[in-house]
């Protein structure tokens, strides 16, 4: 899935407006985005235009208590993967960028 940030936001600095990009999941309605800096963090969809839709075939998508979604590849789907990938745990910072360095340089399909 790719999306395009749509204009500039005060509250979203490390984001650069009409600059498109790869979303890496969706956690309660939020997309997670490499930022401009580089970090995996959360963003409201409302922030985004979606240039492409399409979203990978093995994300594992779960729905919470109020119908709001969560979809991530299976690797990094598992409860408090992102806490440890924030507090800098060896395994889950690996794994992270494993999986990301594959998806963002695996060939675009026409």
Known sequence: MI???KTFN???TDLSPFHWY???GIEADDLRI???QGRPYLYPQSL???VD???PADWVTDFGDEGERYAYPAELNSPGFFED????????VATFWRII?????APALA
């Open 3 to 5: 999306v395009k940030l």
């Open 10 to 12: 005060s509250e979203y």
């Open 22 to 24: 790869a979303v890496i």
């Open 34 to 36: 490499l930022n401009d």
């Open 48 to 50: 985004f235009e979606v």
């Open 53 to 55: 839709g399409n979203e």
């Open 85 to 92: 990938f924030f507090d800098a745990q060896s395994d889950a």
């Open 101 to 105: 360095n594959q998806r963002l340089s």
